[in-house]
């Protein structure tokens, strides 16, 4: 018998179909095929998580306005390839086929031929040369590190000072008290959350938005409310205003410079009327800079919070992620010392400090700063450029935006195919993720994210495959796919 969870998580109808919009595609494939290849995806995406029971069909088909024929046969189709197994009394349970069981390597998803991988979910670089240097350096500080008993929840006092002085230096008068060291940004996200939103809490994240940080402001309880943000218009500022007033959320996580995933960097104008409107409403503005410093073209980004250099209302999370290497899990909060206080006291259930050797290397890099985004603007505007180039001169149907900064472009596809083709690129070992998965609520099936960060020969091999993989799901005005179940 396959192992399942015992009581599974029920996935309710109207959550469900939310996940599904633009199941069809265009697609001329069967009703119950489209349907069965989007839950697919969906459950390889990590969506649908494995364990979670499925809406009971007859709700699924209200909510999709199909038969309930059609969610029977889809929901047969996925149980034959081993997406879902049926328990008495439990419904229909999301599983991983058999044969993927097991493997070490999650990646084999999809049939994707081993060794052979070519990984994009993660947009990030090569560590910078600098970081052996810095590990190098950073030796002569350990003996003085090792007299201390190691758990640091605050960071290390030399590396907070440094992210101080950057931020002094790209015009953020800042003090050491004002900055905590954290496990990454991610850690960051997640410990304001904890600390910020209450359930049931309204948060604002942009839409699309980087996905693990609508997971955690969900996991902490918050709804979340989207407001959108388009790779060329940017954001929506009216509906920023009004989706402020209206929903007075505690929280509005917001990455005015290069957003990921489309590059759009936030106006003078609308950054204003978001910290007026917030100020009003009483809502916390988290900016995340996490992609932000790696400008490709124009002015360095001003950090958010010029405008609050208190930290009051306005939060900055940084990371060492994408300037330096991710292998480094270091990140910061720039806030208040009493919010500092907050997260402080939250820390102790999930974690009981930030890795000590780590910080000692990052305390080396981050007075480099300016010299090693100095070379990571050569190498990602020559990745950029390349990239937009090829996909606007092989894919003319594409709307490909070039932006000013960030390590991924944005890729309108025209059609709601993005899963397709992500599916399609994936038989070939080129992974990437699916434009819903950087939607709070599902949709960007018109999307694709694609990274401009590997090596020339990486990059050919992405854009011979998209080519293909665009082919196989309909191609040129085709405006239909054909079935996913012999690409999975
Ligand atoms: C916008 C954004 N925030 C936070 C993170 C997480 O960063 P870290 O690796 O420092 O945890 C990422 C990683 O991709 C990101 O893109």
């Known amino acids: 018998m396959t192992p399942v969870l015992r009581s599974p998580r029920p996935l309710g109808a109207r959550a469900g179909a939310l996940l599904l919009t633009d199941w069809r595609g265009g697609s001329d494939a069967p009703a119950y095929e489209a349907l069965a290849d989007a839950l697919r995806v969906l459950v390889i995406d990590g969506r649908i998580p494995v364990g979670v029971r499925l809406p009971a069909e007859r709700g699924l088909a209200d909510a999709l306005g199909v038969s309930r024929t059609t969610v029977a046969n889809a929901y047969a189709r996925l149980r034959d390839d081993g997406f879902l197994v049926s328990l008495r009394g439990s419904g229909s349970v999301v599983h991983l086929p058999r044969d993927l069981v097991g493997r070490p390597d999650p990646e084999q998803l999809g049939g994707v031929v081993p060794g052979d991988l070519l990984d994009l979910r993660k947009a990030a670089l090569h560590a910078a040369p600098e970081v052996a240097e810095a590990v190098e350096r950073a030796v002569r500080h350990v003996p003085a590190a090792l007299a201390g008993i190691g758990y640091d929840t605050v960071g290390d006092p030399g590396l907070r000072a440094a992210i101080a002085a950057r931020y002094t230096e790209r015009g953020l008068p800042t003090d050491p008290a004002q900055v905590v060291v954290t496990i990454g940004a991610q850690h960051a996200i997640a410990l304001l959350a904890r600390v910020l939103v209450r359930r049931g809490d309204a948060v604002l994240v942009e839409s699309p938005t980087y996905p693990h940080a609508h997971e955690a402001f969900r996991a902490a309880g918050g709804r979340l409310v989207g407001v959108p943000v388009d790779a060329h218009a940017g954001w929506d500022e009216t509906a920023l205003e009004t989706t402020l007033r209206r929903t007075a959320p505690a929280v509005a996580y917001v990455m005015p410079d290069l957003h990921n995933p489309t590059g759009a960097v936030m106006s003078a104008a609308t950054r204003d009327r978001l910290l007026t409107v917030a100020a009003s409403t009483g809502t916390v503005v988290v900016a995340d800079e996490t992609m932000g410093e790696l400008r490709i073209d124009g002015p360095a980004a001003v950090p958010l919070a010029v405008a609050d250099p208190a930290g009051e209302r306005v939060v900055m999370i940084g990371s060492a992620a994408k ?52 070379a990571r603007r050569t190498f990602l505007r020559a ?35 993005s899963s397709a083709l992500v599916l399609a690129a994936r038989a070939e070992g080129v992974v990437l993720a699916s434009g819903g998965v950087f939607g709070p609520d599902g949709g960007f099936e018109r999307f694709l994210r694609v990274p401009y960060t590997g090596s020339a020969g990486d990059r050919e091999r992405m854009v011979d495959v998209l080519e293909r993989a665009w082919a196989r799901v309909g191609g040129v005005g085709a405006g239909a796919r054909g079935s996913l179940a012999a690409v999975v």
Not at 401 to 408: D, E, K, R, V
Request: proline fraction near 9%; charged fraction near 20%.
């Open 383 to 417: 990745g950029r450029d390349d990239v937009v180039a090829a996909l606007r001169a092989r894919l003319p149907e594409w709307d490909v935006p070039s932006p000013a900064g960030g390590l991924t472009t944005w890729v309108g596809l025209g059609r709601p195919v």
């Open 323 to 374: 300037v330096f290497w991710g292998g480094l899990r270091i990140g910061w909060v720039r806030a208040a010392p009493d919010l500092l206080q907050r997260l402080l006291l939250a820390r102790p259930t999930g974690d009981l400090g930030t890795p000590v050797l780590d910080q000692l290397v990052v305390r080396e890099l981050v007075p480099r700063t300016a010299a090693v985004l100095e």
